[in-house]
């Protein structure tokens, strides 16, 4: 079966400009997660849904980042107004419910902002 | 504040020996300690997790330690294959209401032939 899957794979833009970041979780899972990736860095957890809810968005940088997850399957993380530190690799996982250990990532969104 | 961290950034071993990738963690609420494999290009790979109330776990040709006395985790690969070189990290899950997973930020390992 298909996984996690994220689109775009890579995505430049100019800083001040507003990105679109889509992750397709595998079929079923209702818990999905956003993780930022530095350049020769761990994962830093952003966001995490329990079906279209968000119970924790205390992880998000900054009030300019958003995600939002609606029909508890497509998930979108919104960045506005990008700034040059918001260049890193976009993760994303799944997992059947939130009360797992087991995340199954996406490939990643790689976002650089000139 | 909350942190889980490396000893050692890299480590490089011969195929076919064993390896031991170590890991640091501050946080005692922890309910899961996980690792996770990461190849180039692509996103983490779950390897084993281990519960916060056990010493030892171990999976096909890995072992997970837990010392919450020193809170050290580590993971051991044998006869390490050059298809295990990647960047492995462990993480910390709490789980309940307030769910977080908290990566450290990851060993290269590199298996040579």
């Known amino acids: 079966g298909a996984g996690v899957s994220q689109s775009p794979s890579n995505k430049v833009t100019e800083k001040g400009k507003d990105v679109e970041l889509r992750c397709d979780p595998i079929?079923?899972?209702?818990?999905l997660y956003w993780y930022r990736q530095s350049l020769g860095q761990g994962l830093e957890f952003l966001i995490y849904?329990?079906?279209?809810?968000?119970?924790?968005k205390s992880g998000l940088p900054s009030d300019r980042f958003s995600a939002e997850r609606t029909g508890g399957s497509v998930s979108t993380l919104t960045i506005q107004r990008t700034q040059q530190e918001d260049s890193a690799v976009y993760l994303c996982?799944?997992?059947?419910?939130?009360?797992?250990?087991?995340?199954?990532f996406g490939p990643g969104t790689r976002l650089t902002v000139t | 504040g909350e942190s889980v961290g490396l000893h050692l950034p890299t480590l490089s071993v011969q195929e076919g020996d064993n390896s031991i990738i170590n890991c640091a963690y501050s946080?005692?609420?922890?309910?899961?300690f996980i690792w996770y494999k990461q190849e180039s290009g692509k996103g983490p790979q779950f390897i084993i997790d281990?519960?916060?109330?056990?010493d030892k776990r171990q999976g096909q040709r890995v072992t997970v330690l837990l010392n919450k006395t020193v809170k050290h985790l580590s993971l051991q690969i044998a006869a390490t294959q050059p298809g295990d070189s990647a960047v492995y990290f462990c993480?910390?899950?709490?789980?309940?209401?307030?769910?977080?997973?908290?990566f450290g930020k990851g060993t290269l390992l590199t298996v040579n032939p």
């Open positions: 079929s079923g899972h209702t818990a």
């Open positions: 946080n005692s609420a922890s309910d899961y």
């Open positions: 993480a910390e899950i709490r789980m309940g209401s307030n769910y977080k997973l908290t």
């Open positions: 281990i519960r916060s109330n056990m």
């Open positions: 849904f329990q079906g279209n809810s968000a119970p924790d």
């Open positions: 996982a799944s997992s059947p419910h939130s009360g797992t250990t087991e995340q199954y």
